[in-house]
Protein backbone atom coordinates (compact mmCIF):
# COMPACT_ATOMS: atom_id res chain seq x y z
CA UNK A 1 0.00 0.00 0.00
CA UNK A 2 1.48 3.35 -1.13
CA UNK A 3 0.51 7.12 -1.01
CA UNK A 4 -0.43 6.95 -4.63
CA UNK A 5 -2.59 3.84 -3.71
CA UNK A 6 -3.95 6.19 -0.76
CA UNK A 7 -4.73 8.75 -2.82
CA UNK A 8 -6.80 6.25 -6.02
CA UNK A 9 -8.76 5.21 -2.54
CA UNK A 10 -9.35 8.80 -1.48
CA UNK A 11 -11.47 9.63 -4.34
CA UNK A 12 -13.67 6.21 -4.53
CA UNK A 13 -14.32 6.88 -0.46
CA UNK A 14 -15.55 10.27 -1.44
CA UNK A 15 -18.09 8.79 -3.77
CA UNK A 16 -19.08 6.00 -1.15
CA UNK A 17 -19.21 8.23 1.74
CA UNK A 18 -20.50 11.33 0.76
CA UNK A 19 -18.64 14.52 -0.12
CA UNK A 20 -20.20 16.17 3.28
CA UNK A 21 -18.41 13.10 4.87
CA UNK A 22 -15.00 12.70 2.99
CA UNK A 23 -14.29 16.59 3.61
CA UNK A 24 -15.31 16.77 7.35
CA UNK A 25 -13.41 13.17 8.29
CA UNK A 26 -11.18 11.87 5.57
CA UNK A 27 -9.49 14.47 4.08
CA UNK A 28 -8.07 15.60 7.20
CA UNK A 29 -6.11 11.89 7.37
CA UNK A 30 -2.57 11.45 6.12
CA UNK A 31 -2.02 7.72 5.49
CA UNK A 32 0.90 6.90 7.28
CA UNK A 33 2.30 3.47 6.40
CA UNK A 34 1.14 0.07 6.86
CA UNK A 35 2.99 -1.56 10.25
CA UNK A 36 4.04 -4.95 10.92
CA UNK A 37 0.74 -7.58 11.37
CA UNK A 38 -1.09 -5.55 8.89
CA UNK A 39 -1.58 -2.61 10.92
CA UNK A 40 -2.77 0.28 8.34
CA UNK A 41 -1.88 3.68 10.69
CA UNK A 42 -2.84 6.91 9.83
CA UNK A 43 -2.23 10.33 10.85
CA UNK A 44 -5.63 12.14 12.31
CA UNK A 45 -5.05 16.01 13.59
CA UNK A 46 -7.70 15.27 16.73
CA UNK A 47 -8.24 11.70 18.73
CA UNK A 48 -11.43 13.00 17.71
CA UNK A 49 -11.80 12.58 14.40
CA UNK A 50 -9.96 8.86 15.04
CA UNK A 51 -12.45 7.72 16.88
CA UNK A 52 -15.29 8.98 14.48
CA UNK A 53 -13.55 7.86 11.58
CA UNK A 54 -13.08 4.27 13.09
CA UNK A 55 -16.72 4.01 14.43
CA UNK A 56 -18.11 5.22 10.97
CA UNK A 57 -16.13 4.76 8.25
CA UNK A 58 -13.52 1.89 10.17
CA UNK A 59 -15.67 -1.09 8.48
CA UNK A 60 -15.83 0.59 4.52
CA UNK A 61 -12.29 1.81 5.05
CA UNK A 62 -11.24 -1.04 5.98
CA UNK A 63 -12.72 -3.24 3.44
CA UNK A 64 -11.35 -1.11 0.66
CA UNK A 65 -7.76 -1.17 2.01
CA UNK A 66 -7.53 -4.49 2.41
CA UNK A 67 -9.23 -5.07 -1.07
CA UNK A 68 -6.36 -2.60 -2.47
CA UNK A 69 -3.41 -3.96 -0.09
CA UNK A 70 -4.24 -7.77 1.11
CA UNK A 71 -1.97 -7.23 4.10
CA UNK A 72 -4.48 -4.83 5.47
CA UNK A 73 -6.31 -6.01 8.34
CA UNK A 74 -6.50 -3.74 10.92
CA UNK A 75 -6.71 0.56 11.26
CA UNK A 76 -4.98 2.71 13.66
CA UNK A 77 -5.43 6.81 14.21
CA UNK A 78 -2.47 8.13 15.80
CA UNK A 79 -2.83 12.07 16.46
CA UNK A 80 -0.47 13.94 14.09
CA UNK A 81 2.93 15.20 15.95
CA UNK A 82 2.67 12.80 18.36
CA UNK A 83 4.79 10.18 17.09
CA UNK A 84 5.19 10.17 13.23
CA UNK A 85 7.90 7.24 13.38
CA UNK A 86 6.65 3.92 12.34
CA UNK A 87 5.17 2.81 15.33
CA UNK A 88 5.89 -0.75 16.99
CA UNK A 89 3.27 -3.24 16.66
CA UNK A 90 -0.30 -2.80 17.41
CA UNK A 91 -1.03 -1.54 21.39
CA UNK A 92 -3.90 -3.62 23.15
CA UNK A 93 -6.13 -0.85 24.15
CA UNK A 94 -6.32 -0.97 28.21
CA UNK A 95 -8.88 0.70 29.76
CA UNK A 96 -7.05 2.85 31.36
CA UNK A 97 -6.49 4.50 28.05
CA UNK A 98 -10.02 5.21 27.43
CA UNK A 99 -9.81 8.22 25.20
CA UNK A 100 -7.66 6.00 22.60
CA UNK A 101 -9.41 5.18 19.80
CA UNK A 102 -10.35 1.68 19.60
CA UNK A 103 -9.10 -0.43 16.22
CA UNK A 104 -11.29 -0.75 14.13
CA UNK A 105 -13.63 -4.53 13.73
CA UNK A 106 -9.76 -6.76 13.11
CA UNK A 107 -10.28 -9.19 10.53
CA UNK A 108 -8.35 -12.25 12.03
CA UNK A 109 -4.88 -12.63 11.61
CA UNK A 110 -3.61 -15.89 9.34
CA UNK A 111 -0.40 -16.08 10.18
CA UNK A 112 -1.17 -18.26 13.73
CA UNK A 113 -3.53 -19.69 15.80
CA UNK A 114 -3.35 -17.75 18.43
CA UNK A 115 -6.93 -16.42 18.43
CA UNK A 116 -7.80 -14.20 20.48
CA UNK A 117 -9.40 -11.18 19.42
CA UNK A 118 -8.60 -7.76 20.94
CA UNK A 119 -10.64 -5.99 23.41
CA UNK A 120 -11.97 -2.71 23.33
CA UNK A 121 -10.54 -0.35 25.91
CA UNK A 122 -13.77 1.37 26.05
CA UNK A 123 -15.88 -1.78 26.83
CA UNK A 124 -15.41 -2.03 30.47
CA UNK A 125 -18.37 -2.31 33.86
CA UNK A 126 -17.50 1.27 34.51
CA UNK A 127 -18.38 2.46 31.37
CA UNK A 128 -21.81 0.07 31.14
CA UNK A 129 -25.11 1.94 32.33
CA UNK A 130 -27.15 -0.17 34.14
CA UNK A 131 -31.03 0.07 34.29
CA UNK A 132 -34.30 -1.99 34.11
CA UNK A 133 -33.54 -3.45 30.30
CA UNK A 134 -30.21 -4.67 31.44
CA UNK A 135 -30.05 -5.53 34.80
CA UNK A 136 -30.10 -9.31 34.63
CA UNK A 137 -27.59 -9.78 31.82
CA UNK A 138 -24.95 -7.19 33.69
CA UNK A 139 -25.73 -8.66 37.51
CA UNK A 140 -24.79 -12.41 35.74
CA UNK A 141 -22.03 -10.76 33.63
CA UNK A 142 -20.63 -9.27 36.83
CA UNK A 143 -20.72 -13.05 38.62
CA UNK A 144 -19.09 -14.50 35.95
CA UNK A 145 -16.36 -12.04 35.68
CA UNK A 146 -15.20 -12.61 39.30
CA UNK A 147 -13.51 -15.70 38.53
CA UNK A 148 -15.33 -17.91 41.09
CA UNK A 149 -16.67 -21.21 40.92
CA UNK A 150 -18.56 -22.23 37.97
CA UNK A 151 -21.98 -21.96 38.76
CA UNK A 152 -23.77 -21.51 35.92
CA UNK A 153 -22.68 -23.19 32.53
CA UNK A 154 -23.03 -21.41 29.85
CA UNK A 155 -23.77 -17.84 30.37
CA UNK A 156 -25.95 -17.17 27.69
CA UNK A 157 -26.14 -13.79 26.71
CA UNK A 158 -28.69 -12.45 24.03
CA UNK A 159 -30.51 -9.30 22.72
CA UNK A 160 -30.53 -7.17 19.88
CA UNK A 161 -28.02 -5.47 18.09
CA UNK A 162 -26.26 -2.76 19.78
CA UNK A 163 -27.80 -3.32 23.32
CA UNK A 164 -24.23 -4.17 24.63
CA UNK A 165 -23.61 -8.08 24.64
CA UNK A 166 -20.51 -7.28 23.12
CA UNK A 167 -19.47 -4.27 25.37
CA UNK A 168 -20.52 -6.78 28.97
CA UNK A 169 -18.32 -9.85 27.37
CA UNK A 170 -15.14 -7.61 26.81
CA UNK A 171 -16.27 -6.07 30.42
CA UNK A 172 -15.89 -9.65 31.68
CA UNK A 173 -12.89 -10.74 30.25
CA UNK A 174 -11.15 -7.08 30.90
CA UNK A 175 -12.31 -8.08 34.94
CA UNK A 176 -11.40 -11.72 34.43
CA UNK A 177 -7.32 -10.54 33.28
CA UNK A 178 -7.85 -8.20 36.54
CA UNK A 179 -9.14 -10.93 38.97
CA UNK A 180 -7.42 -13.65 37.81
CA UNK A 181 -4.52 -13.29 35.41
CA UNK A 182 -3.94 -16.89 36.27
CA UNK A 183 -7.12 -17.70 33.95
CA UNK A 184 -6.55 -18.21 30.01
CA UNK A 185 -9.51 -16.40 28.90
CA UNK A 186 -10.26 -16.31 25.60
CA UNK A 187 -12.83 -14.15 23.51
CA UNK A 188 -13.55 -14.18 19.74
CA UNK A 189 -16.40 -14.02 17.62
CA UNK A 190 -18.30 -17.11 16.21
CA UNK A 191 -17.28 -15.80 13.19
CA UNK A 192 -13.96 -16.00 13.78
CA UNK A 193 -14.06 -19.22 15.77
CA UNK A 194 -15.32 -20.72 12.18
CA UNK A 195 -12.07 -18.53 10.55
CA UNK A 196 -9.85 -20.55 12.87
CA UNK A 197 -11.60 -23.66 12.00
CA UNK A 198 -11.26 -23.50 8.57
CA UNK A 199 -7.91 -22.57 8.34
CA UNK A 200 -6.72 -25.08 10.39
CA UNK A 201 -8.63 -27.51 8.30
CA UNK A 202 -6.84 -26.11 5.56
CA UNK A 203 -2.99 -26.07 7.07
CA UNK A 204 -3.46 -29.55 8.39
CA UNK A 205 -3.43 -28.36 12.11
CA UNK A 206 -6.62 -29.85 13.60
CA UNK A 207 -4.54 -31.20 16.19
CA UNK A 208 -3.34 -27.93 17.25
CA UNK A 209 -7.01 -25.90 17.03
CA UNK A 210 -8.29 -28.65 19.24
CA UNK A 211 -5.68 -28.47 21.87
CA UNK A 212 -5.69 -24.96 21.84
CA UNK A 213 -9.32 -24.87 22.32
CA UNK A 214 -10.06 -27.25 24.93
CA UNK A 215 -6.60 -25.24 26.57
CA UNK A 216 -8.88 -22.41 27.85
CA UNK A 217 -10.06 -22.06 31.24
CA UNK A 218 -12.57 -19.17 29.78
CA UNK A 219 -13.80 -19.49 26.22
CA UNK A 220 -16.13 -16.61 25.08
CA UNK A 221 -17.88 -16.40 21.85
CA UNK A 222 -19.33 -13.62 20.56
CA UNK A 223 -22.48 -13.79 18.03
CA UNK A 224 -22.92 -17.50 18.09
CA UNK A 225 -25.87 -17.00 15.52
CA UNK A 226 -23.23 -16.86 12.97
CA UNK A 227 -22.67 -20.58 13.11
CA UNK A 228 -26.08 -21.52 12.53
CA UNK A 229 -26.22 -24.02 8.85
CA UNK A 230 -22.67 -23.82 9.29
CA UNK A 231 -22.45 -27.42 9.78
CA UNK A 232 -18.56 -28.45 10.42
CA UNK A 233 -17.88 -25.33 12.09
CA UNK A 234 -21.57 -26.44 14.36
CA UNK A 235 -19.98 -29.83 14.39
CA UNK A 236 -16.45 -28.26 16.22
CA UNK A 237 -17.87 -26.18 18.35
CA UNK A 238 -19.96 -28.66 19.55
CA UNK A 239 -16.95 -30.83 20.49
CA UNK A 240 -15.24 -27.73 22.04
CA UNK A 241 -18.01 -26.61 24.03
CA UNK A 242 -18.19 -30.29 25.55
CA UNK A 243 -14.99 -30.95 26.13
CA UNK A 244 -14.70 -27.82 28.26
CA UNK A 245 -17.73 -27.89 30.23
CA UNK A 246 -16.63 -31.29 31.02
CA UNK A 247 -13.56 -29.87 32.30
CA UNK A 248 -15.85 -27.39 34.27
CA UNK A 249 -14.45 -24.58 32.15
CA UNK A 250 -16.87 -21.52 31.89
CA UNK A 251 -18.59 -20.75 28.76
CA UNK A 252 -19.72 -16.91 27.90
CA UNK A 253 -21.96 -16.85 24.74
CA UNK A 254 -24.00 -14.13 22.93
CA UNK A 255 -26.25 -14.14 20.35
CA UNK A 256 -28.78 -11.99 18.82
CA UNK A 257 -31.73 -14.26 19.61
CA UNK A 258 -32.38 -16.96 22.32
CA UNK A 259 -31.26 -20.29 21.60
CA UNK A 260 -34.88 -21.59 20.52
CA UNK A 261 -35.28 -18.67 18.10
CA UNK A 262 -31.86 -19.68 16.10
CA UNK A 263 -32.57 -21.70 13.23
CA UNK A 264 -30.80 -24.01 11.73
CA UNK A 265 -28.71 -24.69 14.63
CA UNK A 266 -28.87 -28.62 15.52
CA UNK A 267 -30.88 -29.76 18.19
CA UNK A 268 -28.10 -30.84 20.79
CA UNK A 269 -26.23 -27.50 20.78
CA UNK A 270 -29.72 -25.44 21.54
CA UNK A 271 -29.93 -27.68 24.28
CA UNK A 272 -26.83 -27.51 25.38
CA UNK A 273 -26.97 -23.46 24.74
CA UNK A 274 -29.95 -23.78 27.32
CA UNK A 275 -28.69 -25.76 30.37
CA UNK A 276 -27.36 -23.09 31.84
CA UNK A 277 -28.51 -19.45 32.68
CA UNK A 278 -29.95 -17.44 29.41
CA UNK A 279 -30.43 -14.05 30.12
CA UNK A 280 -31.32 -10.97 27.51
CA UNK A 281 -30.97 -7.32 27.33
CA UNK A 282 -34.38 -5.75 26.65
CA UNK A 283 -34.46 -3.39 24.23
CA UNK A 284 -33.38 0.30 26.46
CA UNK A 285 -35.89 2.19 27.54
CA UNK A 286 -36.27 6.14 27.87
CA UNK A 287 -34.34 5.66 31.54
CA UNK A 288 -31.40 3.86 30.19
CA UNK A 289 -30.81 5.55 27.15
CA UNK A 290 -31.44 8.60 28.98
CA UNK A 291 -28.05 7.69 31.61
CA UNK A 292 -26.35 6.26 28.85
CA UNK A 293 -26.40 9.81 27.09
CA UNK A 294 -25.16 11.20 30.57
CA UNK A 295 -22.74 9.34 30.97
CA UNK A 296 -21.31 10.06 27.28
CA UNK A 297 -21.40 13.39 28.14
CA UNK A 298 -19.42 13.66 31.46
CA UNK A 299 -16.64 11.92 29.53
CA UNK A 300 -16.61 14.13 26.91
CA UNK A 301 -16.52 17.08 29.75
CA UNK A 302 -13.51 15.59 30.66
CA UNK A 303 -11.48 16.11 27.29
CA UNK A 304 -13.94 19.15 26.16
CA UNK A 305 -14.40 21.36 29.57
CA UNK A 306 -15.17 24.24 27.33
CA UNK A 307 -18.42 22.01 25.83
CA UNK A 308 -21.71 24.36 25.87
CA UNK A 309 -24.39 21.95 25.63
CA UNK A 310 -27.99 23.34 26.14
CA UNK A 311 -30.78 21.61 28.78
CA UNK A 312 -33.63 19.32 27.22
CA UNK A 313 -30.94 18.27 24.87
CA UNK A 314 -30.12 14.93 25.88
CA UNK A 315 -33.73 14.22 27.02
CA UNK A 316 -34.66 14.73 23.48
CA UNK A 317 -32.05 12.35 21.83
CA UNK A 318 -33.32 10.10 24.17
CA UNK A 319 -36.83 10.30 23.50
CA UNK A 320 -35.71 10.36 19.86
CA UNK A 321 -33.21 8.14 19.07
CA UNK A 322 -34.97 4.46 20.58
CA UNK A 323 -33.40 2.19 18.06
CA UNK A 324 -30.29 1.19 19.73
CA UNK A 325 -26.95 2.54 21.56
CA UNK A 326 -24.82 2.49 18.89
CA UNK A 327 -26.90 4.44 16.82
CA UNK A 328 -27.85 7.18 19.82
CA UNK A 329 -24.16 6.98 20.74
CA UNK A 330 -23.18 7.80 16.88
CA UNK A 331 -25.15 10.73 17.21
CA UNK A 332 -23.97 12.11 20.04
CA UNK A 333 -20.39 11.66 18.88
CA UNK A 334 -21.26 13.54 15.77
CA UNK A 335 -22.84 16.29 17.61
CA UNK A 336 -20.23 17.17 19.68
CA UNK A 337 -17.45 16.78 16.60
CA UNK A 338 -19.81 19.36 14.74
CA UNK A 339 -20.31 21.76 17.87
CA UNK A 340 -16.41 21.53 18.35
CA UNK A 341 -15.26 21.86 14.69
CA UNK A 342 -17.27 24.88 14.15
CA UNK A 343 -16.92 26.02 17.61
CA UNK A 344 -20.48 26.67 18.94
CA UNK A 345 -22.89 25.79 21.79
CA UNK A 346 -24.98 22.80 21.26
CA UNK A 347 -28.39 24.05 21.16
CA UNK A 348 -31.46 22.74 19.93
CA UNK A 349 -31.85 24.04 16.89
CA UNK A 350 -27.81 22.35 16.27
CA UNK A 351 -28.99 19.11 17.10
CA UNK A 352 -31.98 18.58 14.98
CA UNK A 353 -29.57 20.42 12.24
CA UNK A 354 -26.63 18.27 12.69
CA UNK A 355 -29.07 15.04 13.70
CA UNK A 356 -31.25 15.77 10.82
CA UNK A 357 -30.49 12.20 8.57
CA UNK A 358 -30.12 10.05 11.86
CA UNK A 359 -33.50 11.86 13.75
CA UNK A 360 -35.41 11.05 10.62
CA UNK A 361 -34.59 7.19 10.24
CA UNK A 362 -35.96 7.00 13.58
CA UNK A 363 -38.53 8.33 13.20
CA UNK A 364 -40.56 5.05 14.26
CA UNK A 365 -43.30 5.42 11.41
CA UNK A 366 -45.95 4.67 14.38
CA UNK A 367 -49.13 6.17 13.27
CA UNK A 368 -52.10 7.80 15.56
CA UNK A 369 -54.44 5.35 14.38
CA UNK A 370 -52.22 2.35 15.10
CA UNK A 371 -51.94 3.57 18.68
CA UNK A 372 -55.45 3.94 18.99
CA UNK A 373 -56.38 0.46 17.79
CA UNK A 374 -53.72 -0.96 20.15
CA UNK A 375 -55.17 0.91 23.43
CA UNK A 376 -58.27 0.26 22.62
CA UNK A 377 -57.51 -3.14 22.26
CA UNK A 378 -55.37 -3.15 25.14
CA UNK A 379 -58.45 -2.00 27.21
CA UNK A 380 -61.25 -3.73 26.18
CA UNK A 381 -63.13 -0.73 24.86
CA UNK A 382 -64.27 0.52 20.90
CA UNK A 383 -62.51 2.78 19.12
CA UNK A 384 -65.36 5.17 19.02
CA UNK A 385 -65.55 5.35 22.80
CA UNK A 386 -61.83 5.96 22.71
CA UNK A 387 -61.60 8.90 20.50
CA UNK A 388 -65.33 10.11 21.34
CA UNK A 389 -66.47 12.55 23.84
CA UNK A 390 -67.72 10.05 26.42
CA UNK A 391 -65.38 10.96 30.27
CA UNK A 392 -66.56 7.98 32.04
CA UNK A 393 -63.16 6.93 33.87
CA UNK A 394 -63.24 3.51 32.08
CA UNK A 395 -62.58 5.49 28.75
CA UNK A 396 -60.73 8.71 29.81
CA UNK A 397 -57.84 7.14 30.91
CA UNK A 398 -56.91 4.65 28.08
CA UNK A 399 -57.64 7.71 26.23
CA UNK A 400 -55.10 9.80 28.76
CA UNK A 401 -52.40 6.56 27.74
CA UNK A 402 -53.36 7.08 24.34
CA UNK A 403 -52.10 10.54 23.85
CA UNK A 404 -49.49 9.65 25.85
CA UNK A 405 -48.43 7.33 23.80
CA UNK A 406 -48.83 9.43 20.76
CA UNK A 407 -46.34 12.19 22.35
CA UNK A 408 -43.92 9.32 22.75
CA UNK A 409 -43.80 7.62 20.13
CA UNK A 410 -45.02 10.10 17.13
CA UNK A 411 -43.70 13.35 16.09
CA UNK A 412 -47.14 15.13 15.88
CA UNK A 413 -47.35 17.99 17.91
CA UNK A 414 -50.10 17.85 20.41
CA UNK A 415 -52.70 20.18 18.81
CA UNK A 416 -52.67 17.68 15.88
CA UNK A 417 -53.08 15.06 18.43
CA UNK A 418 -56.27 17.09 19.83
CA UNK A 419 -57.30 16.59 16.63
CA UNK A 420 -57.05 13.10 16.14
CA UNK A 421 -58.64 12.45 18.83
CA UNK A 422 -62.20 14.00 18.27
CA UNK A 423 -61.78 17.36 18.07
CA UNK A 424 -59.78 17.99 21.18
CA UNK A 425 -57.76 20.64 22.39
CA UNK A 426 -54.23 20.58 22.70
CA UNK A 427 -54.52 21.58 26.28
CA UNK A 428 -56.31 18.48 26.85
CA UNK A 429 -53.92 16.62 24.98
CA UNK A 430 -51.26 18.24 27.37
CA UNK A 431 -53.25 17.55 30.59
CA UNK A 432 -53.37 14.09 30.06
CA UNK A 433 -49.84 13.30 28.95
CA UNK A 434 -48.84 15.14 32.18
CA UNK A 435 -51.19 12.80 33.74
CA UNK A 436 -50.11 9.45 32.61
CA UNK A 437 -46.76 10.81 33.41
CA UNK A 438 -47.42 11.31 36.75
CA UNK A 439 -49.34 8.27 37.34
CA UNK A 440 -46.35 6.14 35.55
CA UNK A 441 -44.86 6.51 38.67
CA UNK A 442 -47.31 5.92 41.30
CA UNK A 443 -49.23 3.40 39.86
CA UNK A 444 -47.44 0.60 38.61
CA UNK A 445 -50.36 -1.18 36.48
CA UNK A 446 -50.21 2.11 34.83
CA UNK A 447 -46.65 1.78 34.15
CA UNK A 448 -47.02 -1.84 33.13
CA UNK A 449 -49.50 -0.99 30.74
CA UNK A 450 -47.52 1.79 28.73
CA UNK A 451 -44.63 0.15 28.93
CA UNK A 452 -45.88 -3.38 27.39
CA UNK A 453 -47.93 -0.78 24.79
CA UNK A 454 -45.09 0.93 23.76
CA UNK A 455 -43.23 -2.08 23.18
CA UNK A 456 -46.32 -3.41 21.02
CA UNK A 457 -45.92 -0.52 19.28
CA UNK A 458 -42.59 -0.50 18.62
CA UNK A 459 -42.06 -3.89 17.63
P1 LIG B 1 -24.19 -5.59 20.66
O1 LIG B 1 -22.95 -6.42 20.77
O2 LIG B 1 -25.28 -6.05 21.56
O3 LIG B 1 -24.67 -5.42 19.26
P2 LIG B 1 -22.47 -3.53 21.66
O4 LIG B 1 -22.03 -4.17 22.91
O5 LIG B 1 -21.51 -3.50 20.53
O6 LIG B 1 -23.86 -4.14 21.17
O7 LIG B 1 -22.95 -2.05 22.02
C1 LIG B 1 -23.11 -1.04 21.04
C2 LIG B 1 -22.58 0.27 21.57
O8 LIG B 1 -23.42 0.72 22.61
C3 LIG B 1 -21.20 0.13 22.21
O9 LIG B 1 -20.44 1.26 21.90
C4 LIG B 1 -21.48 0.05 23.68
O10 LIG B 1 -20.43 0.59 24.44
C5 LIG B 1 -22.73 0.89 23.82
N1 LIG B 1 -23.60 0.43 24.92
C6 LIG B 1 -24.55 -0.52 24.85
N2 LIG B 1 -25.16 -0.67 26.03
C7 LIG B 1 -24.57 0.21 26.88
C8 LIG B 1 -24.76 0.54 28.26
N3 LIG B 1 -25.69 -0.07 29.01
N4 LIG B 1 -23.97 1.49 28.80
C9 LIG B 1 -23.05 2.11 28.05
N5 LIG B 1 -22.82 1.86 26.76
C10 LIG B 1 -23.57 0.92 26.16
MG1 LIG C 1 -21.87 -7.41 19.34
Not at 33 to 41: D, F, K, L
Not at 120 to 146: C, I, Q
Not at 322 to 344: H, Y
Request: proline letters at 5%.
Amino acid sequence: MTKDQWGALQSQLSSTIGENNYKTWIEPMEFHGVEPGGVAVFNVPTNFIGTYVSQNFGDILLAKLSGMDTDVRRLKFQVANADTRPAPAQQQPRPATQAQPAPAAAAPANSDLLPGAPLDGRFTFDSFVVGKPNELAHAAAKRVAEGGQVTFNPLFLYGGVGLGKTHLMHAIAWDLRNNRPDLNVLYLSAEQFMYRFVQALRERRMMDFKELFRSVDVLMVDDVQFIAGKDSTQEEFFHTFNALVDQNKQIIISADRAPDEIKDLENRIRSRLQSGLVVDLHPTDYELRLGILQSKVQNYREQYPALQLDDGILEFLAHRISTNVRVLEGALTRLFAFASLVGQPITMELTQDCLADVLRASDRKISIEEIQRKVAEHYHIRLSDLIGPKRVRNFARPRQVAMYLCKQLTARSLPEIGRRFGGRDHTTVMHGVKRIEELRTQDSQIADDVELLRRALEA
